[in-house]
């Protein structure tokens, strides 16, 4: 079955440090990937997007995110958080269809 | 100002007691769709609309129904809630049947039902 994975569920850092969260979906041919943040109280905003084309993508608010083909991961990074990134982080996917497929998400919280 | 506007933002209400959430996009897309997120399990699909009186289920329908009979408005209907059904909803729209854009998410709605 069509699924995708998020294995970091909870993650905290402190303000300044680096980001990567995991992102896993089965295999499904042509795949089109996002990453959605939902800051507390809010609803989900789209951070980045890959259809096809150069694997590493750039989102906004500094955020990227690289797909791997080879390891189905598209995994969201930051090289620097701040206190205002803290949220929750969604990766999503399309398999060929228009149904878009969640993962169960990634709470992050940033520490001053 | 482009957007999916749902209402109320907040209900609470008794079991049976049937109730409809409202969704209206003002951008003349074409696909709409409700999520309810819990905890722990993301983001799960309800029901989607690819057009005008065009709808199919998604992963958790039970207990629920939709209509749309307006490209603009896809309301979620419970004719009778029972406490499982206590969640937040969202409501997405998108352009077209590929989400080459990504989706639009209304703002939720947070649904008691004691």
């Known amino acids: 079955a069509q699924s995708v994975s998020q294995h970091n569920h909870h993650v905290i850092l402190s303000e300044a440090a680096s980001l990567e969260l995991g992102c896993n979906y089965s295999?499904?041919?042509?795949?089109?990937l996002f990453w959605y943040v939902q800051y507390p109280g809010q609803h989900l905003q789209l951070l980045l997007k890959?259809?096809?084309?150069?694997?590493l993508v750039k989102g906004i608010k500094g955020f990227e995110a690289e797909f791997i083909k080879s390891k189905f991961s598209f995994n969201l990074r930051k090289p620097s958080v701040q206190w205002s990134d803290t949220a929750e982080y969604f990766c999503?996917?399309?398999?060929?269809?228009?149904?878009?497929?969640f993962g169960t998400g990634t709470r992050l919280q940033v520490f001053p | 100002e482009a957007q999916v506007t749902q209402n109320p933002r907040y209900l609470i209400t008794v079991t049976g007691k049937k109730l409809t959430v409202t969704c209206s996009q003002n951008m003349n897309h074409e696909y709409m769709s409700w999520y309810r997120q819990d905890p722990g399990l993301g983001l799960r699909q309800i029901y989607y609309?690819?057009?005008?009186?065009?709808?199919d289920k998604g992963d958790v329908p039970e207990g629920y129904k939709v209509s749309r009979k307006e490209k603009r408005n896809f309301p979620l209907i419970l004719e009778s809630p029972s406490p499982n059904q206590t969640s937040l909803y969202f409501c997405?729209?998108?352009?077209?049947?590929?989400?080459?854009?990504?989706?639009?998410f209304g703002s939720g709605t947070r649904l008691t039902v004691v």
């Open positions: 295999y499904g041919g042509t795949v089109n």
């Open positions: 997405a729209s998108s352009p077209s049947r590929v989400a080459v854009a990504g989706y639009t």
């Open positions: 999503a996917v399309i398999y060929n269809t228009d149904k878009l497929i």
């Open positions: 609309s690819m057009n005008v009186e065009v709808t």
């Open positions: 890959y259809f096809s084309g150069d694997p």
